[in-house]
């Protein structure tokens, strides 16, 4: 389960992609959250609830911008 999460995220789900790559990116966060598999680009749309359930980990955590 993944519980906090940004856009831009990379992340591994419980079950990988149907093209066997299991990396995808976050591409949109809100009452749906997006993720783009990695490997060919396939965009699948989950509500927040079903991302949270069948997120697995974090693999890169964008670096966010530092408040100068
Ligand atoms: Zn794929």
Do not use: Y
Not at 8 to 30: S, Y
Not at 33 to 56: E, Q, S, T
């Amino acid at each position: 389960m993944i519980a906090e999460f940004d856009l831009g995220d990379v992340v591994l789900m419980k079950k990988p992609h149907a093209c066997g790559e299991n990396e995808w990116t976050i591409i949109r966060v809100g009452a749906d959250v997006k993720i783009k598999c990695n490997h060919c680009g396939r965009i699948v749309m989950l509500d927040r609830a079903d991302f949270v359930r069948m997120g697995k980990k974090i693999l890169v955590k964008k670096e966010q911008p530092s408040e100068a």
